[in-house]
């Protein structure tokens, strides 16, 4: 491709697409367009993009076909880093795509691996989207990205490293031993930076990931780094079918209420690495990913431990979703 492909960016002020526009500008050579949706064009995150150099430009995903068609003029690689709720307005998005002459979609991957059909409704949602984009024969790209640095570790008793944790997750899965592939949200955009210029990723699944490391093996680094001793409460398959049950009939009259959602995708998360094991490289093969291990086995990373060490345990470390967690705090004290 040419050192000037014109990137088209969706979701670039969520915690993913920041990730995407870090490792875009880091690599250089492109042109990165932020389509924003038009309520939110002037808001701080979109303008500090524009001090950047990134264009911001308005796309209405509830506008005619004609009207996202031209909001996606000249671009030519199409990623979607939009919000969980959001998925299925990526449908109208791709079709436009397709007529605007996309020369690749990346829609919204960035999941852990897990399997299509009944395992997560989340993963469930987003092979819609993979399906319609396969029936107009758009070339594609699904990036997954395994489980965050950011969300993977407990709270500590002390209460120390509470300002850093993303959405917090007290408890082992199943017996805890199951590794768990993770990643730095801050690498994701740099996986990307060398996925949207890679041939080799086209209509490929792709599953980049930095290191494995179980529940179990998590805590114990925990309780060396820290010096404290963490409770180790384990939460059994049938405890997380039971949330799931308890959340989907109230989903079902209410789809639009997020806590439900989280209850019942937080659940689902953690039968599935924690429990079935399915966020590994090796099932990733299996179901037909390529992995950033075989594309690029020289990327450099800062590993898991070093992340807690220096940044968590040293008071350094940015968190995620500051005005969720207060709320996701407050549902894990309730249930
Ligand atoms: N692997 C993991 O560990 C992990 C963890 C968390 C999330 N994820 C995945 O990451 C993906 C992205 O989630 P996120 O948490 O990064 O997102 P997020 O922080 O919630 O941000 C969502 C972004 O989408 C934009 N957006 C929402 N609706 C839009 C619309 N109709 N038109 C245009 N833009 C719209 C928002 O822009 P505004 O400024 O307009 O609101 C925002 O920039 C999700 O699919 C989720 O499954 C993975």
Wanted: include cysteine; charged fraction near 25%.
């Amino acid at each position: 491709m040419a050192s000037t492909t014109v990137v088209g960016l969706l979701g670039a002020t969520g915690e993913t697409g920041t990730s995407i526009v870090n490792g875009l500008l880091e690599a250089g050579g492109l042109t990165i367009i932020a389509l924003t949706r038009p309520s939110s064009v002037s808001k701080p995150a979109a303008v500090a993009l524009k001090d950047r150099g990134v264009e911001i430009r308005a796309l209405d995903l509830k506008a005619s076909q004609d009207d996202i068609v031209t909001s996606l003029k000249g671009v030519e690689v199409l990623i979607s880093a939009i919000g969980p709720m959001e998925q299925l307005e990526q449908i109208p998005l791709a079709t436009a795509a397709k007529t605007a002459g996309v020369k690749r979609f990346l829609p919204c991957g960035a999941m852990p691996v897990v399997p299509a059909g009944g395992i997560h409704m989340l993963r469930d949602v987003k092979e819609i989207v993979y399906n319609h984009i396969k029936t107009l024969h758009l070339p594609y790209t699904i990036v997954d990205v395994g489980w965050w640095y950011q969300i993977a570790f407990p709270p500590l008793p002390s209460g120390k490293i509470d300002y850093a944790l993303g959405l917090p997750n007290p408890c082992l899965p199943g017996d805890g031993s199951q590794p768990n592939a993770l990643t730095d949200l801050r690498d994701i955009g740099r996986y990307f930076a060398k996925i949207v210029v890679d041939d080799r990723t086209i209509n490929k699944y792709v599953f980049v990931y930095n290191e494995l490391h179980s529940p179990t093996q998590i805590f114990d680094l925990m309780e060396k780094l820290s010096g404290e001793k963490l409770d180790r409460q384990y939460d059994t398959l049938e405890e997380l079918q039971a949330k799931i049950a308890d959340a989907r009939p109230k989903i079902a009259k209410d789809p639009t209420n997020f806590m439900l959602m989280v209850q019942q995708v937080s659940a689902e998360y953690l039968i599935s690495w924690g429990i079935r094991g399915d966020n590994q490289p090796e099932y990733a093969k299996y179901l037909g990913y390529v992995t950033s291990k075989e594309l690029y086995p020289d990327f450099k990373f800062k590993s898991f431990e070093a992340y807690l060490r220096d940044e968590v345990m040293a008071g350094k470390a940015k968190g995620v979703y500051d005005e969720l967690r207060a709320k996701i705090v407050e549902m894990h004290k309730t249930h």
